[in-house]
């Protein structure tokens, strides 16, 4: 099984940009799907965005509305996401999660970072 650790959240003001990493180590396969979800208290997990090899990429929330891109640097084991235009609604803890296949339901998901804090403030 691989590891998986986020890097890259913070806090920052509405309208400002973040790059989220997600590494992969240890055993893992080039062609497993690799996804962002992210959890706000009191609401359920959702599917922001997956990515599976050789970058095929698939989208979940509509609200983001192209200000998130999710890429990957299969040479690092590094799954980006990239999130511009932020605000508060986007306040959240972001997980990256790894699946044989993609799906928008953390259910499928075998393999879990611990997370990564984003807070936008107005």
């Known amino acids: 099984q691989a590891q998986l650790e986020e890097s890259g959240g913070g806090s920052v003001q509405a309208g400002g940009s973040l790059r989220l990493s997600c590494a992969a180590s240890g055993y893992t396969s080039s062609r497993d799907c690799i996804a962002w979800f992210r959890h706000v208290p009191g609401k359920e997990r959702e599917g922001v965005a997956s990515?599976?090899?050789?970058?095929?990429?698939?989208y979940y929330v509509d609200s983001l509305k192209g200000r998130f891109t999710i890429s990957a640097d299969n040479a690092k084991n590094t799954v980006y996401l990239q999130m511009t235009g932020l605000k508060p609604e986007d306040t959240a803890m972001y997980y990256c999660a790894r699946a044989t296949w993609c799906s928008r339901h953390a259910s499928g998901y075998t393999a879990w970072g611990q997370g990564t804090q984003v807070t936008v403030s107005s």
């Open positions: 990515i599976y090899y050789p970058g095929f990429t698939t």
